[in-house]
């Protein structure tokens, strides 16, 4: 148990679907982030989160939407997605520039 | 852009032996960098960090390595486990500061 928790664990959705990622940390951390992990690949910075405020977009498609209410959850609103979107997200939070701790990730599958 | 990378994709150790993964990064003003061990069907968890002021650091069985003049790191396992069997990545913050870029990872698969 690191103490972000992620949910759903699993996620299957058409592309004219509409959902959400949560993810809560218990850690007390002011920064959150979202990274997207396909296969084969490294992990990809998403979206960051410091203090609430969004400090950083990694060119993420529009259809990607993030939200953060307070500094210990963090959503993910995902609509219109396309089948190369799947992928694990996974959502990590860090004091500062503080090594990162990760959830458990959402594995998200489009049809 | 500023990269870090794994040498190896996969790498296959028998379990009691010691296992090195190594990682090459490419921006010098780097300093600080962490490993990270993923396993099947969880989020990355922290095993064990350096800062660029130092050329080695030793956990529980895990020793990392940096070698600035060469920009190499590596993390070495003792005794290796069935359960040390995971992906293992490193990263590095970029040069404009900012969060940490991740290598592709090495699969460590333990045999038995």
């Known amino acids: 148990e690191t103490g972000v928790t992620q949910t759903p664990r699993h996620l299957v959705m058409g592309m004219t679907n509409k959902k959400s990622l949560k993810c809560e940390q218990h850690l007390g951390h002011n920064a959150m982030y979202w990274y997207k992990q396909s296969a084969k690949k490294p992990l990809e910075l998403m979206f960051v989160y410091n203090f609430k405020e969004q400090t950083e977009n990694n060119s993420v498609p529009s259809r990607f939407s993030p939200e953060c209410p307070n500094s210990s959850h963090l959503f993910l609103h995902l609509h219109t997605l396309q089948p190369e979107d799947s992928a694990l997200y996974l959502c990590a939070s860090s004091q500062g520039d503080a090594e990162a701790f990760f959830g458990q990730g959402t594995r998200l599958t489009v049809v | 852009g500023e990269s870090v990378g794994l040498h190896l994709p996969t790498l296959s150790v028998q379990e009691g032996d010691n296992s090195i993964i190594n990682c090459a990064y490419s921006?010098?003003?780097?300093?600080?960098f962490i490993w990270y061990k993923q396993e099947s069907g969880k989020g990355p968890q922290f095993i064990i960090d350096?800062?660029?002021?130092?050329d080695k650091r030793q956990g529980q069985r895990v020793t990392v390595l940096l070698n600035k003049t060469v920009k190499h790191l590596s993390l070495q396992i003792a005794a290796t486990q069935p359960g040390d069997s995971a992906v293992y990545f490193c990263?590095?913050?970029?040069?404009?500061?900012?969060?940490?870029?991740f290598g592709q990872g090495t699969e460590l698969s333990v045999k038995p």
């Open positions: 921006n010098s003003a780097s300093d600080y």
């Open positions: 350096i800062r660029s002021n130092m």
């Open positions: 990263a590095a913050p970029p040069a404009a500061g900012g969060k940490l870029i």
